[in-house]
């Protein structure tokens, strides 16, 4: 079997969403489904001794990667959704945006049980903001986050070290650039 190179799967696009930006599109790994099964393959097993109880993706991509790896591995799946998405009561921290501004997550107040391990995955890493507040609210919820994993790290940005500063925890990227 010929192994995958995921790199040939992500489009690059010079100069967006801003000048001087170059921004990694993972539309054609979806778009292939054995590179999207690969991906979502490597994820799984990284995740397989970390004990996982649920995963959590924030929006929007984050459920691209969320939801097909909770049900390879029989788990449930809990969206940090933007502000004002979720129709029952919810936990909410904030982040600063990459390029400008601040945002808020939330998660329903029951989706996390005390105790739960919780995986948090995402298409890519870039400044680490989306994670550290999906991390905050999982936290507060009495989660614990038992690992973090995404299909692209943007290392120039220091995402991982961002979210290492708030406590060591299993990570994995499968692509760096």
Known sequence: MTKIDLHDYVASVENYPEE???????????????????????IKDFAKDLD???????ESRGFIVGSPLAYTMGVGFVPARK????PRKAVSASYTLEYGGVNELEIHEDAIQPGQRVLIVDDL???????????????????????????????????????MQAGEVPFLALMEY
């Open 52 to 58: 996982v109880d649920l995963i959590a993706g924030p």
């Open 125 to 163: 890493l870039a400044t680490g903001g989306t994670i550290n507040a999906t991390r905050q609210i999982i936290e507060k919820l009495g989660g614990v986050v038992a690992g973090v994993a995404f299909i692209i790290e943007l290392e120039a940005l220091h995402g991982r070290e961002k979210i």
């Open 20 to 42: 001087g930006v170059t921004f990694r599109d993972i539309s054609p790994l979806m778009g292939n489904g054995a590179a999207y099964r690969d991906a979502i393959d490597q």
């Open 83 to 86: 502000v004002g998405k979720l």
